[in-house]
DNA sequence: AGAGTGAGTGATTGACCACTCATAGGGAGG
DNA sequence: CCTCCCTATGAGTGGTCAATCACTCACTCT
C-alpha cells in the first residue's frame, strides 16, 4: 500500500537506543550529568521526551549506558592502535595505541562524557560504571602493550593531561602555557 | 546588655563572602555546578538562601569566585612547596611542589572543584576562570623551577593522572588496574 | 478484514530551582 | 534615646525538570 515512499517510518526499540546512546553524547557532553535535561537527550534523537522513558528506566540509566557505549568506542579504537603497531615492542605498541587515541578525541564529545562521568562519581551507579571503564582500559592496554607498570602508568598520565587540555579549550590557544602544556601533543582538527 | 554571651552575631559582608567561599567547596565539589542548588551552599555557610544573593550577585558568579579562591589555595601551595625545597635544582622543586600538592588534594574538595570548573567550561565565563587559572600556574611552575618545558609538562600530567584518580575513588582499591595507575603516588588520609 | 502488539506522542504533575522583595533587627554615632 | 545603615530573613514567583499516563497509530499475523 505505501507504494511511493517505500522509506519506513517505525524502528525497533533496540535501533532507537543505539540512536540516542550515539546523539546524547554531544548533549551529555557539553554541560554534563545534572545539567543536560532529558527533553534535550530526546530532540537530539529525534523523538519524544515520553518515549525516552520507553528506552531507558530513568536518565541515571541512559547517562550509564552512554558512558558504556563511549567506554566501548575506546576499547575498540585502542585495539584498532594496537593492531596497527609496527613491532611487538612494548614501547611502539603504546604509541601506537597513543596515536589511535589522539585520533578519536578530535571530535570532543567522547572525551568530555568520560570527563564528565568522572564528574558525577558521587552517584554510585556513575562511579561505577567509571571504575569498570578504567578498570578494563588499563587491564587492555597492559595485556596488549605487554609494558612494564610505570610504563602504562605515563600512557595514562599523558591521557588524562590531553583529557584536561581539550576540556579547558586550550588547544588552540597561542600563549606560553597552553604551548607548555600541549607539547608533542598531536591534535587533529575535529571531523 | 548582652553580658551572659559576649559573642557577636552580625559578621561584615566580607567575612560571610569568605566563609561562604570556605564551604561552598564541599557542595560544589560533590556535584558541580549545574548539579549544587544555591540553597545547598547557603545552607553549609551558615545563611539564608536570599542573603547568598546579596553577597554574590548570581549562582556563576559565586561559582567562578569559589574556583578563584581554590586556584589561590593551591598557588600558595605550590609556592610553600617551592619554599621548602632542599636545593635550587629543578628537579628537587618540581618534585617539592608535588610533596606539597599531594598533601593538599588530601582533602578531596579543592581539587573536584577544579575538575569541575573545567567540566563546566561550556559556560565563558567559568571556562575562562579556568584557563587563568592553568595560566597561572604553569607560568608559577616554571618560574619557581626553571625546569626544562619537558619536564613541566610531565609535572602536570602527573598532576592531572592524581585528580583523576581521586575523583573515581580508586585511591582505596586495590585492584590490579587501580595499583598500576597509583603506582608512587602519595596519598595522605583526609584530614 | 479484524484483532493484537509494540512504537510513538501530547498533556500533565508535583517537586524544585534561581532569583526577588518587603521587612525585621543589630550596632554605632549623635 | 533616636536614627540611619547594614546584616539578615521569610515568603514568595515564574519557570523548568524528571517522570507518568492516557492515548493514537503503524505493522503483522491470521
Redesign the interface.
Known amino acids: 500500500m505505501p507504494s511511493k515512499t517505500s522509506q519506513r517510518t517505525l524502528s525497533t526499540a533496540e535501533e532507537r537506543r543505539a540512536t540516542v546512546m550515539r546523539t546524547a553524547i554531544d548533549a551529555f557532553a ?6 543536560t535535561t532529558t527533553t534535550e537527550v530526546a530532540k537530539h534523537a529525534g523523538i519524544s521526551q515520553a518515549y525516552l522513558y520507553r528506552l531507558f528506566p530513568d536518565k541515571e540509566a541512559l547517562f550509564v549506558a552512554v558512558v558504556d557505549h563511549c567506554a566501548q568506542r575506546i576499547r575498540e579504537c585502542l585495539a584498532d592502535g594496537a593492531a596497527r603497531a609496527e613491532s611487538g615492542d612494548p614501547q611502539a605498541v603504546l604509541a601506537s595505541m597513543a596515536e589511535a587515541y589522539a585520533r578519536l578525541i578530535a571530535d570532543r564529545g567522547l572525551l ?1 562524557v568520560v ?2 562521568a ?5 552517584e554510585p551507579a556513575i ?1 561505577d560504571a ?2 569498570a571503564l ?2 578494563r ?3 587492555y592496554v ?1 595485556a596488549a602493550s605487554g609494558a612494564a ?2 610504563q ?3 600512557f ?3 591521557g ?2 590531553c ?2 587540555v581539550v ?4 588547544e588552540g ?1 597561542d ?4 604551548r ?2 600541549t ?2 601533543l598531536r591534535h587533529y582538527p575535529a571531523e
Chains 1, 2 share one sequence.
Do not use: D, H, K
Open positions: 557539553a554541560r554534563g550529568y545534572y545539567g568530555m570527563m564528565q568522572n564528574c558525577a562519581a558521587s562511579r567509571v571504575q578504567y578498570a582500559q588499563v587491564e597492559r607498570e610505570e602504562i602508568q605515563e595514562f598520565a599523558r588524562f593531561l583529557n584536561a576540556a579547558m579549550e586550550a590557544l600563549t606560553p602555557w597552553a607548555t602544556l607539547l608533542g
